[in-house]
């Protein structure tokens, strides 16, 4: 099965501030790889698809990038609300395995 | 609106059987494929597997695969998730969400509020 590797587990950043977070898959998977926001207690709300794509609602600070073996999401301009544990999802083929999460925490 | 509402948490001894519940709304059950993904206490998210209501065909993780078992009831828009023979390990919080498939890309677009499972002795 192809693995997701996300890097950081966690990070601390402060508002205002760009955080990047990896997610590496163990093969190519083109751009079949999605993003999800779980903050504490809440079930997980998907931000990206197909990559790149924003989903509908989610604010444009929000971006992914990538293709093939390495991915990232980027949040610039940090807010207090973002405070949450990220994951990676792939859809190249089942099982959709996630990535293991990175843990965002604001200064 | 879509609506995945899920039952209520759940306690249960080892051995024993038990059937989750997520009834859906606000959409046409049969065309969208239901995923359900488990959580661990203080871990990450974990995708079990997927079925579709249309024919009730299922995909499964090969973590759960044999362990767990997905179903649908068309009558009355619900999915389901079944253990036989729960054990301390199966203790968890599990949703469910509709999978959406476009473009060739699949997402779990809209999730339920999560079960709670807690199988102790």
């Known amino acids: 099965d192809i693995q997701l590797t996300q890097s950081p587990f966690s990070l601390s950043a402060s508002v205002g501030d760009r955080v990047t977070i990896t997610c590496r898959a163990s093969q190519n998977i083109d751009n079949y790889l999605n993003w999800y926001q779980q903050k504490p207690g809440r079930a997980p709300k998907l931000l990206i698809y197909a990559a790149s794509s924003l989903q509908s609602g989610v604010p444009s600070r929000f971006r992914g990038s990538g293709s093939g073996t390495e991915f990232t999401l980027t949040i610039s301009r940090l807010q207090p609300e973002d405070l949450a544990t990220y994951y990676c999802q792939k859809s190249y083929n089942v099982p959709y395995t996630f990535g293991q999460g990175t843990k965002l925490e604001i200064k | 609106e879509v609506q995945l509402v899920q039952s209520g948490a759940e306690v249960k001894k080892p051995g024993e059987s038990l059937r989750i519940s997520c009834r859906v709304s606000?959409?046409?059950?049969?065309?969208?494929?239901i995923g359900w993904v488990r959580q661990m206490p203080g871990k990450g998210l974990e995708w079990m597997g997927i079925?579709?209501?249309?024919?009730?065909?299922?995909r499964y993780s090969p973590s759960f695969q044999g362990q767990v078992t997905m179903s649908v009831d068309r009558s009355i828009n619900t999915a389901y998730l079944q253990w036989r023979s729960l054990q301390a390990s199966d203790t968890a919080m599990y949703y469910c969400?509709?999978?959406?498939?476009?473009?060739?890309?699949?997402?779990?677009?809209?999730w339920g509020q999560g079960t709670s499972v807690t199988v102790s002795s």
């Open positions: 079925v579709y209501p249309g024919d009730s065909d299922g």
């Open positions: 606000g959409y046409s059950f049969i065309n969208y494929w």
């Open positions: 969400a509709r999978q959406y498939c476009g473009g060739g890309s699949c997402v779990l677009e809209f």
